[in-house]
């Protein structure tokens, strides 16, 4: 799983898009990613579901809103790689490195044999 904390706006959020579709459709049901936003008004964050820039699952949170929060988010883009048990297995990658870290995962799912951390 794919957790992004992002919000309308954020230059580095939005250059991300292109690379989440990308996993979202080579992957599909493999992989969820959900993006969290801090959108000061939802209807941002819905406008940008609407247009397709995000075509994965998004929940409003807020500027500064709970979820951020309890995350301790502190800046944007924020993103967490979840293994298939919940457990954080990265942080902060982008590109190369997030495709690299999902095609290890997936793999994993696939023929679970322990890879080491």
Known sequence: MIIQFCFKGCGPCEAMYPDLREIQK???QKI???SITADEKQD?????VKVGELTWDVHWDGF???IATRWAVSY???VYVLDSKGVV????????QLKQKVAELVKLIESPKELPR
């Open 26 to 28: 080579e992957y599909g």
């Open 32 to 34: 969820s990613i959900l």
């Open 44 to 48: 941002e964050t819905e406008e940008a």
């Open 64 to 66: 500064r809103g709970p």
């Open 76 to 78: 944007h883009p924020t």
């Open 89 to 96: 297995a990265s942080k902060d990658l982008r590109g190369k």
